[in-house]
């Protein structure tokens, strides 16, 4: 893994979506989701608006690896589950770039219920095209 650009943060962090599909065991890529994501300090992260059992979520958690699109960028990532520490953080984020959309919609992605469905958005080495996830 490497870490993401400032650049890569700036745009990904100012795209109202993001576009995310995770790895067949193959390593073809599935069909992408257009979610929410929010950058949070040198980290970008996405949550499961529809509860852990949302398809994309699932198969993110299990595949490991994917890919994204947003704001210009396209990079393949890892998954990866994110600690409590980083949690107040994230909430804050989500609010600060969705709040727009009403308290009813941007309540599905915060919150101490939101916190288990999140994931970090780690960009993988550019020259490293071995890394595969899972079915």
């Known amino acids: 893994m490497t870490d993401w650009t400032e650049s890569e943060l700036e745009r990904i962090g100012a795209a109202d979506e993001l576009r995310i599909a995770s790895r067949r065991a193959d390593g073809t890529l599935r069909p992408y989701v257009i979610i929410w994501a929010v950058r949070a300090g040198d980290d970008v992260f996405v949550r499961s608006a529809y509860g ?69 958005l780690s960009p993988v080495d550019r020259s490293n095209n071995s890394t595969r996830g899972e079915s």
């Open 52 to 120: 852990p059992e949302n398809p994309w979520f699932v198969r993110a958690k299990r595949a490991g690896t994917g890919r994204i699109q947003a704001g210009g960028v396209e990079r393949d990532v890892v998954f990866s589950e994110v600690g409590a520490a980083d949690q107040d953080a994230i909430d804050a984020a989500y609010h600060s770039k969705y709040d727009r959309y009403g308290e009813r919609i941007v309540g599905s992605v915060v919150g101490e219920r939101a916190h288990a469905l999140t994931l970090r």
